[in-house]
């Protein structure tokens, strides 16, 4: 008896809980506005540390190369100098004379180019390597070895057996970038839980079901962080192929810069460097995000 | 010996390691007739697990047999659907996806496009969770996985739906749930089941039969309890049924006294 009686006090504390609710229309509309200050103070929270930093550096970088006797440009005499380059991108002249987009986009081709056959060869090999015993005992020992010689080091062979520059740009890039796609590729087969295996096996799934519906979604994080760090290593590749094989390009405008003593030209080529080399390794996460649906902790 | 719908004749099981052999299973036999829910329990590592893969086929049997239906089972397929312990839907698919890929294989051929539609919704309606057909296993709660789980082993239309530990990583009152959920389905579809759990109560509540399996290495059934409490069962009103209890005390009798649980004992 004592347990009801409690149970209806209690019901009647309970009621006016329940008004609450009633005030719930008021509420949306605090809440745009305190969402919309909470997204204000999340921006300002990580764009604001990165533009100070960024103030400080500059300025004292400024500072240190305030002297006329000073061997490197400070940030004001870059501007100055480099000037014309700066706002004529898309300048278009003779021979090596090109805006800065023309030389980058030159690049970007030819890393394109590689970094997709890399990409193409790269997953088939990974998947034959984490499939098959026999072919990871065969050829891993290859690979370990290979992986580990520097990119420009590829070069002179690569020269020599395609006797042309752009090829052997290519070439490099491919050579550079395919080591951690297959690697990455090969560890993802490999670590394809058992469970999953064994939904396929209840569900009897063919081999071609299998490599569709389980192999490349599991493995697919693990092939996005080889595809992201074959990205970096491509760019990186492709800068110091240039200055070899010369031509349009922002390897060889570094150098050509370098040769001309356009030590300012050379400070806003490197910024470009950065800065698309970032928006290449942002495009490999982003679109790895989007196959892999968010599984990829991209 | 008399064929029943599910047979388990003679089986042995010995994993060998780096040259050692270990006996994991002996001569464990059992038939399970068509419709019944069969419990399997016994302290953890008995090789429980390993009967439920043997029948399941991920696992072979070192000797003996398995027949279902009066076929011998040698392979893995959608006739044992298995819900597994940790649900095991493929992360990158929605719930709906994650059915789909079963009925699709499963129902290739059989039924049209709309059918298999309708298959998939009738599934997720058994286990309540048509509402979240569009969420990803990450995005749904430890017990609604496993009852997309279990959707996805009733999808396949088994003859066997075989249950590994499937409530064990889940929380006391979530599993009462679940137990609940699975006991409807099973009134419903009448379906044969065997779970395998480390729970006493569980066992008691959703069983037909309890086969309880003594220590291993070289487990065997030890003892197999009827359970004849009639159903439709209700947890609460069971909580004092004398039936209940004495099914209860049997079990418990027979892991803690008569097969107490060694540990470490290599």
Known sequence: MSVTQLNIKESKQVSPKAQVVAFSPAKPRRSIVLMAT??????????????????????????????????????SRVLSESWELIIHPFHVGQGVDQGMFWHIA?????????????AIAGIALGVLVGQSQWAMRGLDPIFQILRTVPPLAWLPLSLAAFRDGNPSAIFVIFITAIWPVIINTAVGIRNIPQDYQNVAKVLRLNGFEYFGKIMLPA?????????????????LAIVAAEMLIGGVGIGFFIWDAWNSSLISDIIVALVYV?????????????????????TANA | MAQSYLSLEFIDKTFERNGTKSEVLKQVSLGVDKGEFVSIIGHSGCGKSTVLNIIAGLIDATSGAVFLDGKHVDAPGPERAVVFQNHSLLPWLTVYENINLAVSKVFRGKKNKAEQHDWVMHNLDLVQMAHAKDKRPAEISGGMKQRVGIARALAMEPKVLLLDE????????????????VMEIHARLG??????????????????????????????????????????????ELASDRTYLKCR????KFLYERHRFVEAAE
């Open chain 1, 38 to 75: 909470e997204k204000a103070r999340r921006l300002t929270a990580t764009v604001l540390p990165p533009l100070l930093t960024l103030a400080l550096l500059v300025l004292a970088w400024e500072i240190l190369c305030s002297s006329p006797t000073s061997s490197l440009p400070a940030p």
């Open chain 2, 191 to 236: 379906n044969t089941m065997i779970m395998i759990t480390h729970d006493v109560d569980e066992a008691v509540l959703l069983s037909d039969r309890i086969v309880m399996m003594t220590n291993g290495p070289a487990a065997k059934i030890g003892e197999v309890l009827e359970v004849p409490i009639a159903r439709p069962r209700n947890r609460i």
């Open chain 2, 166 to 181: 499937p409530f064990g990583a889940l929380d006391a009152l979530t599993r009462a749930h679940l137990q609940d959920a």
């Open chain 2, 249 to 252: 005390e049997a079990v418990l």
């Open chain 1, 274 to 294: 950065g800065v698309v080399g970032f928006l290449l390794d942002r495009l490999i996460a982003f679109v790895g995000r989007l196959v892999t649906r968010g």
């Open chain 1, 219 to 235: 493995a697919a994080p693990y092939i996005f962080t080889g595809l992201r760090i074959g990205i970096g290593l491509s760019w």
């Open chain 1, 106 to 118: 030159a690049s970007l081709q030819r890393v394109a180019l590689g970094y997709a056959l890399a």
